[in-house]
């Protein structure tokens, strides 16, 4: 498994008391795979992915990244487990607007070290990869809302991530822009084996994961059938 949560439990303070937001939640996702978590608002899906991207440190249980256990790690340990292993696609895109679409997944590159050659190489494949080889020196403004979505999908894999986690991303989008990102993601996770999560509200294309996962008061009630 590239992605593994086992009997996470995580709380934050509430007045006088704790308030649970994950009880218990385990959840293990293969490379090559996607599982969708849904669940109404407040219900932990946000908090899961936080705990799954080592953002936040769980009250007990245990996160492993691609085989790395992540407990007693130091904040420093953490970022470069993040840096190296975790790719996250953001609710908005948040591109820089001074920056072409090569450039936004270029400076991941130059973050994690590697040569400038070599990192304009892999963004215009990445770029290719997700239908925007056209688009590789366009800014944000001259995107579409699903370009800008698409651009923010392959800077999450400029690294090579072993796990792909991914919050809303069809939220601004139309029906049918919604369904292409849903399909590209699904397809970029077959062919660079992540281990994909996506937290999503759209019901709609969930045909398209191969599990679904739902979340409830915090706990990871049941398991909704795969495409499988």
């Known amino acids: 498994m590239s992605l593994e949560l ?20 385990s959840l293990a996702v293969p490379a090559g795979s996607m599982t969708a978590v849904i669940g109404p608002s407040g219900s932990g899906k946000s908090s899961l ?3 799954a991207a080592t953002l936040i440190t769980p009250d007990s249980g245990r996160v492993v990244i691609d085989g ?17 292993s ?5 609710q908005q895109p948040n591109l820089l607007p001074s920056l072409t679409a090569a450039e936004q997944l270029q400076v991941m590159a130059h973050l994690d070290g590697r040569s400038p050659r070599k990192a304009r190489s892999r963004a215009l494949e990445l770029l290719a990869a997700v239908g925007l080889a056209d688009r590789a020196d366009r800014r944000p403004h001259q995107l579409s809302g699903g370009q800008r979505q698409r651009v923010n999908i392959a800077r999450a894999l400029m690294n ?7 919050d809303e991303p069809t939220s601004a989008l139309d029906h049918e822009r919604g369904a ?45 059938g795969s495409r499988t």
């Open 6 to 25: 086992t009997d996470v439990t995580l709380t934050y303070p509430d007045g006088d008391g704790r308030l649970t937001a994950l009880d218990a939640v």
């Open 49 to 51: 992915l936080a705990v």
């Open 68 to 84: 790395t256990d992540t407990a007693g790690r130091s904040r420093a340990e953490l970022t470069a487990l993040r840096r190296k």
């Open 86 to 90: 975790i790719g996250t696609v953001f």
């Open 160 to 166: 090579e991530p072993a796990v792909l986690l991914v």
């Open 180 to 224: 292409a990102v849903l399909d590209l993601l699904t397809t970029l996770t077959h062919q660079r084996a992540t281990a994909t999560v996506l937290v999503t509200h759209d019901r709609a294309h969930l045909d398209a994961v191969d599990e679904v996962a739902e979340v409830r008061d915090g706990r990871l009630n049941s398991r909704l």
